[in-house]
């Protein structure tokens, strides 16, 4: 199989490139090699490669600079969506595009089902569910899966500044009251592996996240406490539970954003993150 993987550098791009099949052919671009904004660009990469499939993780993930870049959010988690889709559905490849648990206001009381409405709060949701309406609508046969609160052992994420900071502060402030499902990246990564591996193309809307929910303070206190397992020596940081009204953010967030996926489960088999296990190894890496 030939992949066109986008947004190499980023932390799923890493994990799935650590995982593919030796005998898949894989081209990885990232903005210096391919600017997915340029739809003549994006079409003679696909034209001339001929990929099987279009894996985009490529994304504009900043979520407070979102708020002022709204035309650099939207151009990349729209806009350049459908340049990717629509190369993909001109050459016959399938299509692959990570979506978030952002989409979503976080109002609800139980886990979110992919037929759920979204509604998101700030301008990072709001260009990844154009992104999506824009997939989809471009190209029936296009795979969109929804994820949350991804970690790994590359680039930046919440366990490696967590980590970070423990080095730097005997104490930190960590808001209690948002709660999401975490997400190795590595499991994801295999998931996208599996429903590549399926003979017919997957299309619409799946959600892969964490088997287990909790708040970022939940989580940080995971996170120290898998650091102290493996090294008695850790600089644990004494932990105080805030709300996101006390650590005020230039964007709102979803309290609430926890995915069902047993959709995903039942369809093809493909069981929760499990980040627990998951985050030893992963800790184990950073320290």
């Given at each position: 199989?030939?992949?066109l993987?986008?947004?190499?550098k980023?932390q799923?791009a890493?994990?799935?490139?650590?995982?593919?099949p030796?005998?898949?052919e894989?081209?990885?671009?990232?903005?210096?090699?391919?600017?997915?904004?340029?739809?003549?660009a994006?079409?003679?990469?696909?034209?001339n490669?001929q990929?099987?499939a279009?894996?985009?993780t490529?994304a504009?993930?900043?979520?407070?600079?979102?708020e002022?870049?709204?035309?650099?959010a939207f151009?990349?988690?729209a806009?350049?969506v459908?340049?990717l889709?629509?190369?993909a559905?001109r050459t016959?490849?399938?299509?692959?595009?990570?979506?978030t648990d952002?989409?979503?206001?976080?109002q609800?009381?139980?886990p979110?089902?992919?037929s759920?409405?979204t509604?998101?709060?700030?301008?990072?949701?709001?260009?990844k569910a154009?992104?999506?309406?824009?997939?989809?609508?471009a190209?029936s046969?296009?795979?969109?899966l929804?994820?949350?609160w991804?970690?790994?052992?590359?680039g930046?994420?919440?366990?490696r500044t967590?980590?970070?900071l423990?080095?730097?502060?005997?104490?930190?402030p960590?808001?209690s009251?948002q709660t999401?499902?975490?997400?190795?990246?590595g499991?994801?990564?295999?998931?996208i592996?599996?429903?590549?591996?399926?003979?017919?193309?997957?299309?619409g809307?799946y959600h892969?996240?964490g088997?287990k929910s909790?708040?970022?303070?939940e989580?940080?206190?995971?996170?120290f406490?898998?650091?102290?397992?493996?090294?008695?020596s850790?600089?644990?940081?004494?932990?105080?539970?805030?709300?996101?009204?006390?650590?005020p953010?230039?964007?709102?967030?979803?309290?609430?954003?926890?995915?069902?996926?047993?959709?995903?489960?039942?369809?093809f088999?493909?069981k929760?993150?499990d980040?627990?296990?998951?985050?030893?190894?992963?800790v184990?890496?950073l320290?």
């Amino acid at each position: 199989m030939r992949i066109l993987l986008t947004g190499s550098k980023s932390q799923l791009a890493r994990c799935l490139r650590d995982r593919l099949p030796e005998d898949w052919e894989t081209i990885a671009t990232d903005s210096a090699s391919l600017d997915i904004t340029d739809a003549d660009a994006v079409f003679n990469m696909v034209k001339n490669f001929q990929p099987d499939a279009i894996v985009n993780t490529a994304a504009y993930t900043s979520v407070d600079k979102a708020e002022e870049n709204i035309t650099t959010a939207f151009a990349v988690n729209a806009s350049a969506v459908y340049n990717l889709v629509s190369a993909a559905h001109r050459t016959h490849a399938r299509f692959i595009h990570i979506s978030t648990d952002y989409v979503f206001d976080g109002q609800a009381n139980k886990p979110y089902l992919e037929s759920d409405f979204t509604n998101p709060l700030n301008i990072y949701g709001k260009s990844k569910a154009a992104g999506e309406l824009l997939a989809l609508s471009a190209n029936s046969e296009s795979l969109i899966l929804r994820t949350s609160w991804l970690f790994s052992e590359y680039g930046d994420n919440f366990v490696r500044t967590m980590l970070n900071l423990a080095n730097e502060r005997s104490s930190l402030p960590v808001v209690s009251n948002q709660t999401g499902c975490p997400t190795y990246a590595g499991d994801l990564a295999a998931a996208i592996i599996h429903l590549l591996q399926q003979s017919s193309p997957v299309r619409g809307i799946y959600h892969f996240a964490g088997g287990k929910s909790a708040s970022w303070y939940e989580f940080a206190r995971h996170i120290f406490q898998t650091a102290l397992q493996q090294d008695a020596s850790f600089p644990v940081p004494e932990l105080n539970a805030v709300s996101d009204e006390e650590y005020p953010d230039a964007a709102s967030r979803p309290l609430y954003s926890i995915l069902d996926c047993r959709k995903i489960e039942s369809d093809f088999g493909i069981k929760p993150s499990d980040w627990q296990k998951a985050l030893s190894q992963v800790v184990l890496k950073l320290l």
